[in-house]
């Protein structure tokens, strides 16, 4: 052995420090990108806010990011939407300490799924979601149009519905202001706390006091300019409401004491000035331009800021943030490499085989990915291209063209002009036949030398919406000018766009105007990456699959061979010993079979026990099937010996086939006790089959035994995953009743298997026990021992519970968070893996450092630290994580179980066969009560579920611990 490669300490003290590490890059890892040389500069900002004590905090990358900087403009800290805590926010308020984010989630293309107010402290850390609202029918524009701060750390906010609009302060009140048209027309609004004062602007270019809805006091009007004026986002401070004006590139003010109206302009040419989109001025004025960040200083001057200089703590953080991640990869790499190695050099043949396996099929995924989706990117952009192109050319040739030209002023919006081409756009893009969801619209036209945009499908442009950037030289105007389409991708303040451009050609065969075709790059990098990982994903659990599927095929064909080769030189008449490969497969066919629908059966039985008259909750209705399965298995695996003995082996196996494959047919209909009596049935079957196996097993000679032993315990686990990963590749092709049909077809298999391989012949193991006298038994005195009461009822029955979270629980929170039927059965591959690839070596390593009981505590803390990850993280990865953590646990905690108990004194003295027996009947009890546990996880909410299970078996596993010292040590001084 390489003492080196294998010197404990070091494995310890390397994963000691990788693990500091990555403790030390969680808590700096926002900061990874970011340069600690340079300034941190802004993109595609849309909102800026200062606070009380003069720090400015900068919504930038269309919302992507949050960044607090100080007074002397240094980063204090930022945030990302990768982090989990928003999705993009849109607008950003402070209140004493407390800042509000309004975060809107964005759908496919252009709709919205929610809109949520998320609560932060003035470190950036999450406190609660104040407001939430979940959109299921079509949503395309916004309608929480204003947040304003309220009170000591609290919020107001207004949510526009079609007629109404509505005030509402968290927690506290809510009041409903009618408003015709409101849900069309009200563009962003403003609220006076101190007199309940509303204000809001409309899209035809008016702000207005709210009064009654019919009779609203008209503050300003845009057509009362000269110029072009378009007013659009408000904030109200200090007895004054702003607006921006995008036209005017200035901002309105109103006395709202007076009703007096001022600009502040600054000096310069309307055409060289930057417009300001949005503005706040809670705490100072703060307005925001497609490239900058503008503070108000007073007499009509601004100081912009494109950048923010770092802080030297986040210097540190960014620097520290790269240290600590390089210098982790590098010691797993060296560690994986080192077990590797110890793997090859050292371990069984079997390991090296799942290392070969899970590599192997790395590559090959790697390679597929690297090969095919390049060009499959390609093909989607240039599907994207002509889709958008074919749209186009159907809406140009329907659209109106000199009802745009007409689109001119804010006041047009709505207007005869504006519905034509409204209901052209719309009668496009927005019906449901049309496989035009993930694309948006917008037309373009140059009004007094200005590119402005004149219609959007969502309407949040109103009539005219202009750009501040010359149009000399760019691609629009080219278009315009060559009248031919352009393809592009370009990144606003809005986000990152894919879009067609067509030019607008009116009678006279004039390009008058642009039509955009785009999809979200957002949406369409999902896409990709969605096609990636699933490639990526299937060819790997494929690949895996199918390797062990061969693996069993070429054992089986090994078994046969040696079996007809024995059948050929035997004496004349007598059945030879069947191989232990003959059994593997039956272990495998049990465990595929079984597993087919471990991904969906308890979402199916939750599925239609809602549909059933049944008087229980269909949380427990879905854990009756389960159990159901698991008690007939443990009771005909008992009784089964009694039934081999009175109607001999082969009739009990062949019945036993025959019965499974029933109850695989049996669960074909659609009813929940129809899958209760299935799952029974099958019970019954793999019960008996199972002990007919094992029994085989047990009657070979001594050294082929406990090959026999690990090959059966193998193929299960290979049957285990084979089963899972293969229904829920099926399940994603067809129904639940296709799966069970498929099931019923396989299990078809196991009836030939028997017929064929199986025959009357006695046991030497049953016919030895027939030879036994039997004793009084002892059972409670037996039980009730010390060491085997600990161990049974404090560590065996607590994990074998639990471990039903994969069985039942999973499932079902795994489709909750939007995990697809087909990857919850990918996603158990891993726990599978990590069972195989660890058990061995884990095993040995407890068994070798004789610390069994600490290897059995280990094993408990593993399954609570998993529950804690899925209660902490509540997320697809924290999921993922637990499972190779309950992988790694059962790879070395189940071995121990048994070789624990079975190295106990009294277990020696009581007889192995009957403890065998009393450790058999907690398992099986175990397992059937498992599915009640956790439905009532799942009633009591997991959270609290979860915690109670994680702290009972992290308690009970030391008191395990203490018993077995007391007990020791008591024996030590007798």
Wanted: net charge negative.
């Amino acid at each position: 052995m390489n003492k080196k490669i294998m010197n404990k300490k070091n494995y310890i003290i390397a994963g000691i420090v990788a693990f500091i590490f990555l403790i030390i890059f969680s808590f700096s890892r926002e900061y990874l990108m970011v340069s600690p040389f340079d300034e941190l500069p802004y993109e595609g900002i849309i909102y800026a806010t200062l606070d009380n004590e003069g720090n400015t905090y900068v919504l930038d990358k269309a919302g992507q990011r949050l960044l607090k900087v100080s007074p002397d403009n240094r980063l204090i800290w930022k945030k990302e939407a990768f982090s989990g805590l928003f999705n993009g926010i849109k607008k950003v308020v402070t209140s004493n300490d407390h800042i509000f984010l309004l975060d809107v989630e964005s759908g496919e293309g252009i709709r919205i799924k929610g809109e949520s107010i998320v609560e932060l402290n003035s470190r950036g850390k999450a406190i609660e979601t104040v407001a939430k609202f979940l959109y299921s029918e079509l949503t395309i524009q916004q309608h929480i149009v204003g947040i304003f701060p309220m009170g000591e750390q609290g919020i107001a906010y207004i949510y526009k519905t079609n007629d109404n609009i509505r005030l509402l302060v968290p927690g506290e009140s809510e009041t409903t202001y009618p408003l015709k048209g409101a849900g069309i027309f009200l563009r962003s609004s403003a609220f006076d706390s101190s007199t309940g004062t509303v204000y809001y602007s409309t899209y035809d270019g008016k702000i207005k006091r709210y009064v009654d809805g019919v009779n609203d006091k008209v503050l300003y009007d845009s057509t009362s300019s000269d110029a072009l004026s378009i007013p659009a986002d408000l904030s109200f401070s200090d007895g004054k409401l702003y607006a921006t004006d995008i036209g005017l590139r200035s901002v309105i003010v109103v006395d709202t004491k007076s009703d007096e109206v001022s600009l502040i302009e600054e000096a310069g040419n309307l055409v060289e000035k930057e417009i300001a989109y949005s503005l706040n001025a809670d705490n100072g004025l703060a307005c925001v331009t497609d490239y900058s960040v503008k503070k108000y200083l007073g007499n009509n001057e601004y100081d912009y800021f494109v950048s923010c200089k770092l802080s030297s703590l986040i210097v540190f953080k960014s620097i520290i943030s790269k240290i600590s991640i390089v210098c982790f990869i590098l010691l797993v790499v060296a560690l994986a490499a080192s077990i590797v190695i110890y793997i090859f050099k050292e371990k069984s043949m079997y390991a090296k085989i799942i290392l070969g396996i899970v590599t192997g099929s790395f590559i090959i995924s790697a390679l597929l990915v690297a090969v095919l989706v390049p060009r499959f990117q390609e093909e989607i952009t240039e599907a994207f291209f002509e889709k958008a192109d074919l749209v186009s050319d159907l809406t140009s040739a329907m659209l109106p063209i000199e009802s745009l030209s007409r689109l001119n002023s804010a006041d047009d919006f709505m207007n005869e002009d504006y519905q034509e081409i409204r209901n052209v756009a719309r009668n496009v893009f927005l019906t449901e036949s049309e496989n035009l969801s993930d694309l948006y619209c917008v037309f373009y036209q140059v009004v007094d030398g200005m590119y402005v945009m004149s219609y959007s499908l969502t309407d949040i442009a109103g009539a005219i919406y202009p750009y501040d950037w010359s149009i000399e030289g760019s691609l629009e105007e080219k278009v315009l000018t060559t009248k031919e389409g352009e393809r592009y991708m370009s990144s606003t303040s809005e986000g990152e766009y894919l879009f067609s451009y067509k030019p607008l050609i009116n009678k006279n065969g004039d390009a008058v105007g642009i039509i955009e075709v785009g999809k979200d790059m957002a949406t369409f990098r999902q896409e990709v990456n969605t096609m990636v990982i699933d490639a990526f994903i299937n060819t790997i659990a494929v690949t895996v699959v199918l390797i062990l599927f061969i693996i069993e095929i070429v054992y089986f064909v090994k078994g046969r061979n040696e079996y007809k080769e024995k059948l050929e030189n035997g004496v004349e008449g007598a059945s030879p010993m069947l191989p232990c490969e003959i059994m593997r497969m039956v272990s495998f066919l049990v465990f595929f079979l079984t597993n087919l629908s471990t991904a969906f059966l308890p979402l199916y039985a939750m599925e239609i026990s809602e549909k059933s008259s049944a008087m229980l909750a269909p949380e427990i209705m879905a854990a009756i099937p389960l159990s159901a399965e698991v008690i007939t298995g443990a009771v005909f695996s008992v009784l089964g010996v009694n039934i081999i003995e009175k109607i001999s082996e082969k009739r009990t196996i062949i019945i036993s086939s025959v019965l499974f494959t029933g109850g695989f047919v049996l669960r074909i209909i659609p009813n929940i006790w129809a899958l209760i009596v299935g799952n029974a049935i099958i019970g019954v079957g793999w019960g008996m089959i199972l002990l007919v196996a094992t029994l085989r097993i047990t009657n070979l000679p001594e050294e082929k035994r406990d090959i026999g032993f690990s090959q059966y315990n193998v193929a299960s686990l290979n049957g285990v995953n084979c089963g899972v990963v293969f229904g829920g590749f099926l399940v994603n092709w067809m129904n639940y009743q296709g799966v069970f049909m498929i099931s019923a077809v396989f299990s078809i298999s196991m009836l030939i298997l028997t017929l064929t391989y199986f025959n009357d012949t006695k046991t030497e193991k049953l016919e030895e026990d027939a030879e036994e006298e039997n004793e009084p038994i002892k059972v409670f005195s037996f039980v009730l021992n010390p060491k085997v009461f600990s161990l049974l009822f404090m560590i065996v029955a607590p994990i074998l519970m639990s471990s039903y979270f994969l069985n039942y629980m999973y499932p079902i929170i795994s489709s909750g968070y939007g995990l697809s039927d087909t990857y919850i059965g990918y996603s158990y591959l891993l726990n599978g893996l990590c069972v195989m690839f660890f058990g061995e070596l884990l095993t040995s390593f407890f068994i070798r450092i004789k610390r069994k009981p600490e290897g059995l505590l280990t094993a408990s803390l593993l399954y609570a630290l998993a529950f804690f990850i899925v209660i902490r993280f509540e997320s697809i990865p924290a999921l993922f994580a637990a499972l190779a953590i309950l992988g790694i646990s059962d790879s070395f905690g189940l071995p121990l179980q048994s070789g624990y108990y079975t190295e106990l004194d009294i277990v020696q003295k009581y007889g192995y066969d009957k403890a065998l027996g009393v450790y058999n009947l907690i398992i099986n009890v175990a397992q059937s009560i498992g599915p009640f546990v956790f439905s009532y996880v799942l009633i009591a909410g997991m959270g609290r579920g979860l915690t109670i299970v994680l702290i009972t078996l992290v308690v009970l596993a030391f008191i395990f611990i203490f018993i077995g010292k007391t007990v020791d040590k008591k024996r030590s001084t007798v």
